[in-house]
Antibody, heavy 118, light 110 residues
Framework: QVQLQESGPGLVQASETLSLTCTIS????????WSWVRQSPGRGLEWIGF?????????HYHPSLWTRASISLDTVNNQFFLELSSVTAADSGIYFC??????????WGRGTLVTVSS | FTLTQPPSVSESPGKTVTITCSGS????????VQWFQQRPGSAPTSVIY?????PSGVPARFSGSVDRSSNSASLTISGLRTEDEADYYC??????????FGGGTKLTVL
């Protein structure tokens, strides 16, 4: 049974870089869109971006975040990563990693809470 | 491209409720819509994908539809149970195939 688990610091200083890891256990890494989605307190879901691997790797980001976000993949250790630079309080929230197969987000991690402190 | 949902709906146990998702452009007519359920303190889980398909384990009480003429999608839950009380989000893709979520609908089962 495939599982996703987010990890990373729960507290990040404003203007610093938020770094999160998603560990993929029990499944293949190829041919999926490995994605990050966040949810601000009391608000809805916001897609951040994805990394896609099938031999070569490609990434896509939300237009409002592409200058600050970077998603990468470690195929050896079955992990993918999110880095979000120059964070502000608006970046506080729950960060989910998720697997998407073509159109379907079929698997989600439990989420990790990140607070940006000034 | 935005997806608009009603902020809240409520219905009684055993009844049927429909949650709508309206696209700001004709994009829904040309791509797929997904629906997610999110209970408090939990991650979203898929209840409908590719407009009408139910993931394994999702009961047949959940159904999805798309009206391409009105650029809108709907999630219908029949035989409501108290455990269906949750937030529901629609999701689709814009012209660049970037992921777009609706604002979410809080379902209260009275």
């Amino acid at each position: 049974q495939v599982q996703l688990q987010e990890s990373g610091p729960g507290l990040v200083q404003a203007s610093e870089t938020l770094s999160l890891t998603c560990t993929i256990s029990g499944g293949a890494i190829n041919n999926y869109y490995w994605s990050w989605v966040r949810q601000s307190p009391g608000r809805g879901l916001e897609w951040i971006g994805f990394v896609y691997h099938t031999g070569s790797t490609s990434t896509h980001y939300h237009p409002s975040l592409w200058t600050r976000a970077s998603i990468s993949l470690d195929t050896v250790n079955n992990q993918f990563f999110l880095e979000l630079s120059s964070v502000t309080a608006a970046d506080s929230g729950i960060y989910f990693c998720a697997r998407r197969s073509e159109w379907h987000f079929d698997l989600w991690g439990r989420g990790t809470l990140v607070t940006v402190s000034s | 491209f935005t997806l608009t949902q009603p902020p809240s709906v409520s219905e009684s146990p055993g009844k049927t409720v429909t949650i709508t998702c309206s696209g700001s452009s004709g994009r829904i007519a040309n791509t797929f819509v997904q629906w997610f359920q999110q209970r408090p303190g939990s991650a979203p889980t898929s209840v409908i994908y590719e407009d009408t398909k139910r993931p394994s384990g999702v009961p047949a009480r959940f159904s999805g539809s798309v009206d391409r003429s009105s650029n809108s999608a709907s999630l219908t839950i029949s035989g409501l149970r108290t455990e269906d009380e949750a937030d529901y989000y629609c999701q689709s893709f814009d012209n660049s195939n970037y992921v777009v979520f609706g604002g979410g609908t809080k379902l209260t089962v009275l």
